[in-house]
């Protein structure tokens, strides 16, 4: 897979193929710290796999390279079809977005003007297709 950025009035325009996001319902958990007892939040092993499995794809696919949005955003989300099922595309936002925060393409996802979620066609191996553009 390749990078892929093109011009859109004037804006760079972003796509990256990722994995197939986890639910946000599935990034965090709550437990006891094992050496204080305290109660504590921490990130489930599934959500910090599929991160380790989209920077494999990111830096396969340049994205390093890739120019940065340090203003306001909007992304377009197309989520595999195949992956589908009973499943609420809403829920499958927010890891692509914050994964984008921690690699440095975004400045905070918190600027992401409109998010498009949609099902469709998406290329395997990847799961999902993540396409931004900066807002002028």
Same mark, same amino acid.
């Given at each position: 897979?390749?990078?892929?950025?093109?011009?859109?009035?004037?804006?760079?325009?972003?796509?990256?193929?990722?994995?197939?996001?986890?639910?946000?319902?599935?990034?965090?958990?709550? $437990?006891?710290?094992?050496?204080?007892?305290?109660?504590?939040?921490?990130?489930?092993?599934?959500?910090?796999?599929?991160?380790? #499995?989209?920077?494999?794809?990111?830096?396969?696919?340049?994205?390093?390279?890739?120019?940065?949005?340090? $203003?306001?955003?909007?992304?377009?989300?197309?989520?595999?079809?195949?992956?589908?099922?009973?499943?609420?595309?809403?829920?499958?936002?927010? !890891?692509?977005?914050?994964?984008?925060?921690?690699?440095?393409? !975004? #400045?905070?996802?918190?600027?992401?003007?409109?998010? !498009? /979620?949609?099902?469709?066609? /998406?290329? #395997?191996?990847? $799961?999902?297709? !993540?396409?931004?553009?900066?807002?002028?």
């Amino acid at each position: 897979m390749e990078e892929e950025a093109r011009r859109i009035g004037g804006a760079e325009m972003i796509t990256l193929a990722l994995p197939f996001p986890i639910s946000t319902n599935a990034i965090w958990r709550s $437990g006891r710290n094992p050496k204080t007892g305290k109660v504590c939040t921490f990130r489930q092993k599934r959500y910090l796999s599929w991160r380790n #499995a989209a920077s494999g794809f990111f830096y396969e696919q340049g994205g390093n390279r890739l120019p940065k949005i340090t $203003g306001h955003f909007r992304a377009h989300i197309v989520l595999s079809e195949k992956h589908r099922g009973n499943k609420d595309a809403d829920n499958f936002c927010k !890891v692509p977005l914050d994964f984008l925060q921690f690699v440095g393409l !975004v #400045a905070n996802d918190k600027l992401c003007d409109r998010t !498009v /979620v949609e099902w469709g066609h /998406v290329e #395997a191996p990847a $799961g999902c297709i !993540v396409t931004l553009s900066p807002v002028e």
